[in-house]
């Protein structure tokens, strides 16, 4: 991982062969570092060996010897892409390397730029799992080639094998990639509306040169977040209702996580709230050990089952 004075002396770097000449307070500005912290940078280039030379004088600044390009004109598109991967939210870097990063965005050349920016929320990372999915020990085979297309903003041939084993093909939009738990997914527009795609299923990717049709103000957290709260829904579709003690909510959400609403105070203090699960039986399973904090007012089938779960307790134990 780049370090972040590191960063600094690239984007100053890049900076210089965007613009040809700039000034310690304009790197300042830009970096939103200090003017200096700026010439300390600079000098540092000048002392390091690049052909970095100061103009003095009204209309002075900083330039590169001759117009000379750096290592780093040799930069591409891709490698461009890959630097600033690190930049977006699914990053493990440190806040600090992230922010100097997305600096490092605005002084790309102009052709990389866009790009540079789709890299950068192309992916989230979701880390609760469904379920007991296994652990996928590597990344599933079409990842790659499916994140290009995203940040290209291409669509793709997409082949696809369902969980019944029925193979189909379309072309779909690729809108970005989520990493849930262990598993990976493609969010995508299809003629049939949005769709998620798990990727070890796909089959085949075959990218064309058709652009995306990218919806206007799309944001892939909280296209994730939608999706992900309906699929729970489907996942525990019974819904009960209760009221708990106010010192009790930390601990409901503990237990149950996204499957908790809470909602109102009661006339006698208590919070009402409301608790998702498979069915009756399993969530009065969940809620039996909760009695001290929660009153479960509904449906009647899981108040039934934590009778039945009580007197089995006290006919054992009592």
Not at 19 to 39: C, D, F, G, K, Y
Not at 283 to 307: C, F, I, K, N, S
Request: hydrophobic residues 40%; charged residues 25%; proline residues 5%.
């Amino acid at each position: 991982m780049l370090s972040v004075r590191t960063d600094r002396l690239v984007a100053i770097l890049l900076m210089l062969q965007r613009r040809e000449q700039v000034t310690a307070a304009e790197v300042a500005r830009e970096l939103e570092v200090s003017e200096r912290t700026a010439r300390r940078d600079l000098d540092a280039l000048a002392m390091g060996g690049v052909p970095v030379y100061s103009v003095q004088g009204r209309g002075g600044g900083w330039r590169l010897l001759g117009g000379a390009r750096t290592d780093l004109s040799g930069l591409t598109a891709g490698e461009a892409r890959a630097l600033f991967l690190v930049a977006g939210p699914a990053s493990a870097a440190t806040p600090a390397v992230r922010a100097a990063l997305r600096k490092l965005v605005r002084a790309l050349p102009e052709p990389f730029r866009a790009q540079a920016e789709a890299a950068a929320s192309s992916l989230v990372m979701d880390p609760e799992r469904w379920g007991s999915s296994r652990v996928e020990q590597r990344p599933p085979r079409f990842l790659d080639e499916l994140q290009d297309a995203v940040i290209r903003g291409v669509q793709v041939r997409l082949g696809y094998v369902d969980r019944t084993g029925a193979e189909t093909e379309r072309t779909v939009h690729p809108l970005g990639i989520v990493a849930k738990g262990p598993s990976w997914y493609l969010v995508s527009d299809t003629e049939a509306g949005r769709r998620t795609f798990r990727i070890d299923r796909v089959s085949s990717v075959d990218p064309t040169d058709d652009p995306v049709h990218r919806p206007e103000g799309f944001d892939l957290a909280e296209s994730w977040r939608e999706i992900a709260d309906e699929v729970d829904r489907r996942r525990t579709p019974l819904e009960a209702q209760a009221v708990c003690v106010p010192h009790g909510i930390s601990v409901l959400r503990i237990a149950f996580g996204g499957r908790l609403e809470v909602g109102g105070s009661t006339t006698d203090g208590r919070i009402e709230v409301v608790i998702r699960g498979h069915d009756e039986y399993m969530l009065a399973g969940e809620l039996a050990g909760l009695g001290e904090w929660v009153e479960v007012t509904g449906p009647p089938g899981v108040r039934d089952h934590l009778a039945s779960i009580g007197n089995a307790l006290v006919e054992r134990y009592g």
